[in-house]
């Protein structure tokens, strides 16, 4: 289970990496971590770790238990998004530019599906939803919008960059994810029949 735990950690931080370069907006997350990571003139990667460390701070209140995957993916996303973010460089071209922005949803979809089935632990953001939905009993739709929501505001008058990536990310990435699951059972099966 490590493999596809690390590949999919990975893939998730080079489409969040894509995503920035596009410089069409970023995940709501990363819009938080550009903002703060502006006003603490430290790099993106770093910004992202230290905000999912305070996230897994939370977590004790809300006696969430972290495993494995929660750490892997606190370092692995942040140091593949920096990593990505410094050396891919920018297109100039709008076309090169959308693809990028496709490309880092159709990542992270893939991404997220091959780490969420390793059952190695959620990552920090997911096990403060659902910390907060068992705490507070509201439905995990409206927790994880409310999170999403009030990172992606409070990211932007931090200075992060909101745009047409973000508005994508945020339509299409459900239902990327619900099909990159999809596949994986189907090859999980097929897998197993040979």
């Known amino acids: ?17 894509l995503l920035v370069v596009s410089h069409w907006g970023a995940t ?22 230290f905000i ?11 006696r969430e238990r972290p495993g494995f995957g929660t750490i892997a993916n606190l370092v692995i996303i942040a140091y593949v998004l920096d990593v990505t973010s410094v050396t891919v460089p920018e297109p100039n071209d709008d076309w090169i530019k959308a693809l990028f922005m496709v490309g880092a949803v159709i990542l992270i979809g893939v991404g997220s599906s091959l780490y ?6 959620p990552g920090p953001r997911d096990g403060l939803m659902t910390g907060l939905h068992r ?14 929501l009030c ?8 200075g992060g960059t909101v745009g047409i990536g973000t508005a994508f990310f945020a339509t299409t990435i459900g239902f990327c994810i619900g099909a990159s699951l999809n596949i994986l059972r189907w090859l999980v099966v097929r897998f197993q029949r040979d």
Not at 32 to 48: E, Y
Not at 52 to 62: E, K, M, P, Q, Y
Not at 151 to 158: D, P, Q, S
Request: proline letters at 3%.
């Open 28 to 49: 709501p997350w990363t819009v938080f971590a550009q903002g703060v990571a502006k006003h603490a003139h430290i790099s993106l990667g770093w910004s992202t770790a």
């Open 1 to 17: 289970m490590l493999a596809p735990l690390v590949i999919g950690l990975s893939l998730f931080g080079i489409g969040e990496g």
């Open 135 to 148: 705490r507070l009993g509201v439905s995990v739709v409206y927790v994880r919008l409310t999170l999403e």
């Open 151 to 158: 990172v992606l505001v409070i990211g932007w008058f931090l």
């Open 116 to 121: 969420l089935t390793c059952g190695l632990g």
């Open 52 to 62: 999912s460390a305070v996230v897994l701070l939370a977590w004790f209140a809300l």
